[in-house]
């Protein structure tokens, strides 16, 4: 079965340096979304991505936020500056169809800021 | 914007107990609703989905949820729990217009005991 895959599955990383989060998206799909969790909080909605193009985006995706496709199968969320309260688990999610809310999600890459 | 509640935080239950998970929404116009479910280590996955029809709905596993409009509900019921189905489930709202991002509720453990 296709599934959505994301590395690392854990990074650590010094309260202002860059990370990035790294998706490969199921590869028929052609909607992408960052989610995040932090923890004993909800998921919450990051972004949307179609078209080489950002669709949506939340108000926690401020401009330390950046989301690339740089080839034709992976998915990058990018986050510059970081903050201690980024620490978070990130999930990246595909889907075929865009309004049919049926995502389907990769395990999470865990960014501990310190 | 809509919101999602989940009341229960953790539910413990014997093998063969049934089930059934709170969830509550709040939102002006038509929605989609969905359960997902996360095992230990493993991705969200989609449990089931509604968008019209029948408001009893069926997913994998032998779950079912009910959408009882008057009450902006979407209970996940199981009649029988197995210690298979340990793990987290998040009921999740999708509205139109700027609401069309999924929104999870905060989730409810379940652990089923053998």
């Known amino acids: 079965e296709p599934e959505v895959t994301q590395t690392p599955s854990h990074q650590v990383t010094q309260m202002g340096q860059e990370v990035i989060l790294r998706c490969v998206p199921i590869?028929?799909?052609?909607?992408f979304y960052w989610y995040r969790q932090i923890l004993g909080q909800k998921v919450e909605f990051l972004v949307s991505?179609?078209?080489?193009?950002?669709?949506?985006k939340s108000e926690i995706f401020d401009d330390r936020f950046s989301v690339e496709r740089p080839d034709g199968s992976n998915f990058t969320l990018k986050i510059r500056s970081t903050k201690l309260e980024d620490s978070a688990m990130y999930f990246c999610?595909?889907?075929?169809?865009?309004?049919?809310?049926?995502?389907?999600f990769g395990e999470g890459s865990r960014l501990t800021v310190l | 914007a809509q919101s999602v509640s989940q009341h229960n935080h953790h539910v413990i239950l014997s093998e063969a107990a049934s089930l059934e998970l709170g969830c509550n929404y709040s939102?002006?116009?038509?929605?989609?609703l969905f359960w997902y479910v996360q095992y230990p280590g493993q991705h969200l996955q989609l449990l089931l989905k509604?968008?019209?029809?029948?408001?009893l709905v069926k997913g994998i596993k032998g779950f079912e949820a009910e959408f009882i409009k008057s009450k902006f509900s979407f209970n996940l019921r199981k009649p029988s729990v197995q210690w298979s189905d340990t793990a987290e489930y998040f009921c999740?709202?999708?509205?139109?217009?700027?609401?069309?991002?999924?929104?999870f509720g905060s989730g409810t453990q379940l652990t089923v005991l053998p």
């Open positions: 991505f179609y078209n080489n193009e950002i669709s949506e």
């Open positions: 509604y968008f019209s029809g029948d408001p």
């Open positions: 999610a595909s889907s075929r169809e865009r309004n049919t809310g049926e995502l389907f």
């Open positions: 590869s028929n799909h052609l909607y």
């Open positions: 939102y002006g116009g038509t929605v989609n």
């Open positions: 999740a709202v999708r509205g139109s217009g700027s609401a069309r991002q999924l929104t």
